[in-house]
């Protein structure tokens, strides 16, 4: 629940900001303490060959209503004026109800690769056979990550060293509020033996795909055209959609735009990013040609309507999120409920980060609107 301010956020002290945060999330631990950088040994037992702690600004973006609920929305990122182009983005969405966002249950795949077979189909079957014991293998050591379903496809090499046929056995995993690539990876390499020996081939890859299409997150929200600056900006808006939509050099950027709202909450919550990037192009090419994450229509009142839809594996339990202080601030600003919830809130910051950049690119150029925006910060 957001709390009225007397002041702007940007015009606001960091102590000031942080009080805001405070009353409208009601968080009672010590802020500056989860704000602080991670202490060295922390990042030591991390990774390898830690030598320190490589920090980026962390602002918060405002006006965000989705589906009904207001959020304030944690946000880490290098470049200037991202954060503030992405709230008063949302604060047009606000005037026809803001954000309405749906996510797919957290399900994902997990891929054991097997090869050596003299009979594919012959494997095929006998993996099918053995589908309960299975399936009870890989959730033997589970506790809330489950395999719901066991999947076998043919594949055949189509690189040019001709590697022949291969089988592939699929996980089909519900791993709930977690983002859960430690737990499928964990489930593949349980069956993994389990598989060579009942199909007699060799197992090579286990690993989870991050192209998690069965993790689809979407969402919409009108743009009022007057608030936007007229019916001109709308059609000059969806020429930029049109160009987007059309040509692969002006696809990537578009969605550089969009990734950069995602990747910035991402960032902020400690979530799998890279991950995150590598579905997010994936699927932005899912029908052979790359094009734009979002589309966008006039409506028929004349107002600008985008809709978002992409892959995103995300959580709020599990991995690093809940055992990095600032990650757990973060989440615990958004007050999300679960995985699916934070999902939708990235989804909605994508679309309002794009909205932001074409509705500039249309109209002053981006360029010309950062240059205003740091005009007035050391005008101060
Ligand atoms: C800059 O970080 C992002 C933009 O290039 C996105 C776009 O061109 O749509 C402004």
Redesign the pocket.
Known sequence: MTVMAEKKLHEMSREERLDYIRKATRISDDIEVMLRPLPFEDANRMIENAIGIMSIPMGVATNFVINGREYVIPMAIE?PS?IAAVSKAAKIAKVKGGFIAEANDSIMIGQVQVVGLGNVKHAMTKILRNKKQLLAIANSNSRSVTAVDLQVRQLRDKSPNNMGNMLLVELVIDTKDAMGANAINTMCEAIAPYVAKITDGEVVLKILSNYSTKRLVRCTATFDKEELGGSQIVKRILYAYALAYSDAYRAV??N??VM?GIDAVALATCQDFRAIEAGAHAYAARDGTYRSLTSWRRTKEGDLAGEIELPLAVGVVGGVVNAHPTAKFALQILGVKSAKELAMVMTAVGLAQ?LA??R??SSEG?QAGHMKLHARKFSK
């Open positions: 470049e991202v950027t578009h550089k735009g950069n794009n950049a074409i500039a690119l981006i």
